[in-house]
């Protein structure tokens, strides 16, 4: 019965190839959205294992980071550049499930997640939300959390104003742009807890310093960061 379902999935195979969203080459039977290939070289950058990295340093003297990483780097024809422009602009939003479950197991192994009590994703303004059909960052979240075993609230903090894009903005305009933007909805849920914040790619660090600084305003809250990509500057 295998035998023949293999038959069948090489022959759907053939007239309808399933390719990678990294790179385009052909998947192999056992492969999923993402070759083996590109799994493998998908450049790391392995902040989590310091505390003084660039991402870190990119909050420096804004606000109180706990801790912050990003698991690879966004880098102009990179294979996480294409995968998050297929999640974000071609709706396969199973990339950035898949790729939160190995970046959560990365930093659940490592330590990093260690004494945090709940994720929470930067959230897009609801007509965004509604226009795009899904928030990017909430779905890698969702990722993270089944495997490091941390819950997700991604109703407690919200975005109140529609911004213009960060494209093409200097760091001062892109911090301007989101400066008081995100509201937290019932401070008591995240009361002297340590948060997880996840967006999906980090480029000056000003919408995550715009959210962070709006859940510090509560009483105990700590924050780190963590996002799919880091920009190479």
């Known amino acids: 019965m295998s035998y023949l379902y293999d038959l069948w999935d090489d022959f759907i195979s053939l007239l309808f ?13 056992n492969e999923k959205l993402i070759c083996t290939e590109c799994l ?7 902040y989590h294992l310091e505390d003084d990295n660039p991402v870190a340093r990119l909050f420096w003297g804004r606000c109180r980071i706990e801790k912050a990483s990003a698991f690879s780097f966004y880098n102009k024809d990179s294979r996480i550049r294409k995968l998050i422009h297929n999640l974000k602009y071609k709706g396969i939003t199973d990339i950035g499930y898949d790729l939160g479950k190995i970046y959560g197991l990365t930093l659940s192994k490592s ?9 929470i994703s930067v959230p897009l303004h609801p007509s965004k939300e509604r ?17 490091t075993g941390l819950p997700v609230d991604n109703k407690v903090l919200e975005r109140i ?5 960060q494209t093409k903005r200097s760091r001062y305009e892109r911090w ?7 509201k937290v909805k019932d ?3 995240i009361r002297d807890k340590h948060i997880l914040l996840v967006d999906d790619v980090i480029t000056t ?29």
Do not use: W
Request: hydrophobic share 40%.
């Open 17 to 29: 190839p399933r390719l990678c969203y990294a790179c385009g080459n052909h998947l192999l039977r």
């Open 40 to 46: 493998v070289l998908i450049p790391r950058t392995n």
């Open 111 to 119: 330590g990093f997640t260690e004494g945090i009590d709940l994720i």
């Open 131 to 147: 226009l795009r059909g899904f928030n990017q960052s909430d779905i890698i979240a969702n990722g993270m959390s089944e495997t």
């Open 161 to 165: 104003a529609l911004t213009e894009t």
């Open 176 to 182: 301007t742009n989101v400066e008081g933007i995100f």
């Open 187 to 189: 401070p008591a849920v």
């Open 205 to 233: 660090g000003s919408t995550l310093e715009s959210c962070a600084s709006e859940l510090l305003k509560t009483e105990g809250v700590k924050v780190s960061v963590v996002a799919l990509a880091v920009a190479v500057t």
